[in-house]
């Protein structure tokens, strides 16, 4: 039976100052301030980010019809020049016909038979990594998981790991993210786009460096000759052939702009998401000894000893529910914008036009009402038994809808591959105790996570 629709009753949130609104505030501390919204003002909370008025909410019914209407009557907020940069006019920020005929040439290339097609890439690249790894060594946990899923994603994508040009390229990416999330907290979101401040010349000098990279790879699969097939260099069964071959319901085919516009989106959003994700997961695995003696019992009864396979994700049950409650306390990305059109309407009232509207992952998430003891890793909430009732898009961490993440199966996979991989031949004691999150571009530990690797026994 359908819930009853729950009405739409926005109330006044915060005062701001003259211009600048709540962003003073907002950029302190955003995931503190989005909170406090929710538990002082409520489910639908106006506020006012600069001078653009906006809505704020916190019921995952209104989410599920906002996060379903987008492409309908609400539309993509065009927020902040830097991430444009990065992403250009890719399947994320493109609108409308252009969005349509994108997704569909993008969405065949992150297929759950695609996705299974690059498990084994996922498992060796963890085995790779605790080869190297010893009994009482200490690790940098995200350094760690981004060398990995680094290593993933660009064999994914490109067919191999690039060598000596990974670093300078994670290096250019790196500096991209930073000063995204620092214009997505300040007043240079509002300014002009031919202002070039310091930190806009930092990222277009980043951006260049990822483009070269792109133009050599995209122009290697171009000028191979039709029919010879990839061989060592050049493969024929990563994305980025899969994207230059796909073709459009009239047989167009996608630019090579656009697939640099893709493929760097698909980096982006494949590379740091799932390397933030598992750092947080060994984080609360490490303060969850019952959790961990669980993933224990799962990984030696069901693998015997034997590396995972592709065919191992549907039986790791609790290794997904760790990997699913982990992304629930430590959602990556903290936030979704929209814009509403005419016509728009949540909870059986309008919204008016130009209304940018808000919903946070984060806030949701951690909402006492659908999650009990919300900062409590509780892998045991997801179980076929759990005797709570979690509401529809209470969890979102890849967003919904059809504008939804389209490499959420793959990371959901890796993630778990990855963790089944590892956890079988260490554990991973973090320090420290208590570790402070930061909002950036993802919601990341605000200070270096060190982990001692204690080896495990065979079964």
Known sequence: MQAPTVPLR????????????????????????????????????????????????????????????????????????SFKQIVGGSVMLSKGADWRRKRGLVQPAVRPRQVRAHARTMIDSALAAAARWRDGERIDVHGEMATITQRIVLRALFGNDLGDRARALAGAMAVAEREIAAELRGVALFLPDWVRTPSRRRLLDAVAIIDAEMHRLISARQKRPEGTGGGTHVPDDDLLTRLLEARDEEGRPLTAKEVRDEAVTLWAAGHETTSTALTWTWYLLSRSPEARAGLD???????????????????????????????????????????????????????????????????????????????????????????????????????????????????????????????????????????????????????????????????
């Open 297 to 459: 019992d799962e990984l030696d009864r069901v693998l015997d000893g034997r590396p995972p396979t592709a065919d191992d994700y549907e039986r790791l049950p609790w290794a997904r529910q760790i990997v699913k409650e982990a992304l629930r306390v430590y959602p990556p990305a903290w936030v979704i914008p929209a814009v509403a059109e005419e016509g728009a309407t949540l909870g059986g009232s309008a919204v008016a036009a130009g209304t940018t509207v808000w919903c946070s992952p984060w806030t949701t998430h951690r909402d006492p009402r659908w999650f009990p003891d919300p900062t409590a890793f509780r892998p045991e909430r997801w179980g076929a038994d759990a005797p709570d009732v979690i509401p529809d898009h209470a969890w979102f961490p890849f967003g919904g809808g059809p504008r939804g993440c389209l490499g959420a199966r793959f990371a959901q996979v890796e993630a778990v591959l990855l963790l089944a991989t590892l956890a079988q031949r260490f554990h991973l004691d973090v320090t420290p105790e208590e570790a402070p999150h930061k909002a950036g571009l993802l919601v990341q530990p605000a200070v270096p996570l060190i982990a001692t690797l204690r080896a495990r026994p065979r079964p």
């Open 10 to 81: 926005p109330v006044p949130g915060p005062r701001g100052l003259p211009w600048l609104g709540n962003l003073p505030a907002f950029g302190r501390d955003p995931l503190a301030f989005l909170t406090r919204m929710r538990d002082e003002y409520g489910d639908a909370v106006t506020w006012f980010l600069g001078p653009r008025r906006a809505l704020f909410l916190s019921h995952p019914q209104h989410i599920a019809e906002l996060l379903g209407a987008r492409d309908r009557t609400f539309g993509l907020l065009e927020i902040g020049w």
